[in-house]
């Protein structure tokens, strides 16, 4: 089972992370990283750079498609050689999955056209512009296709994914090796129980985030 | 405020991964990634390699020590370069921590002695020899030292952090911007919970990724 993860400029690490760590539990499974260039791609804030094992063109198809998100989505909407890679690796995929905002480039690739589907919940407009139907779901089932809402929630989504590539004895046994019995300290992590005190300190984060990047 | 994490051959990449984008959004942070050379660092499974920006060398000092853990510590708890960084980042660290087996690491560089710690919950008697107390607490804090359990534990150890380190609003909005509303499919993700079956099967997957690795 392949699982062929791309990276761009100013991607999310935990977003490619999180998933990572969780499928990289599987039986039989081999991961590969994908860009445009083989070498180091950096993150959002260009402190962590991960290696790309691998170009677009050299990777013909895979089992399981791992889309992360990140500010760096935002300049790859329009056509380039991305959005060409992943329609080619979701047509013969069993699974097409992103996590935060790398379901923004499955639906420019077109691929969530009258599908329900979730991203980070700052996202969800330009979600629905492309295509597709933003639900608060934290993990969206359609199909094959299945998207996370924001960052960390590729780690439930990943399990899930678990669950059914293999049985729930494992998906458990995995759970357990990353320890995940999460006890957040506070309870702000969804756009639904945040105040607006807490989104527009979000958003003066993201702005400081941006500059400095 | 400088934040610097460690690299080292065979870490896990989520231990590294959870809670430096947890403290990425921390105003006026720079985070460094360092090791015993510059350049690509592989995981434990070898498919995600991590690029160390600066040697140990070249690190003198830093606010916030981040020990990541992994299969790799196993073979760090003699004497190494990397206790002895860890051991000068400490002398003058605010802050000194670790997510999952990193805690081995700060036990064998002598930081834990008498201390109550913890790590990734199959670790617990390792970390007891090596002079610490081991506690079945998510995040522990005693004084500077903060030690957070297996792998997906260190999000809520960064969290707990940048509380600390600025204020609760600016958690909270953390919180949302990496949207941690955790909904894990399974409740299987705590020694304390799990059963025996689940247990077992998690000591196979681990053989299995240590030989394939």
Known sequence: MLVAVPLFDRFTSLDAVGAYEVLSFLPDVEVVFVAAERGPVRDVRGWLAMTAGATFDEVESCDLLLVPGGPGTRV????????DWIRRMDATSEWTASVCTGSLLLGAAGLLTGLK??????SAELLESLGASYTTDRV???GKVVTAAGVSAGIDMALALVARLTDELTARAVQLGIEYDPQPPFDSGSPLTATSEIRARF???AAQRARAS
Do not use: S
């Open 203 to 205: 958003r003066e984060l």
């Open 117 to 122: 589907a979730t991203t980070h919940w700052a």
């Open 140 to 142: 969206v089932f359609q």
């Open 76 to 83: 790859l909407l329009e056509e380039n050689p991305l959005l």
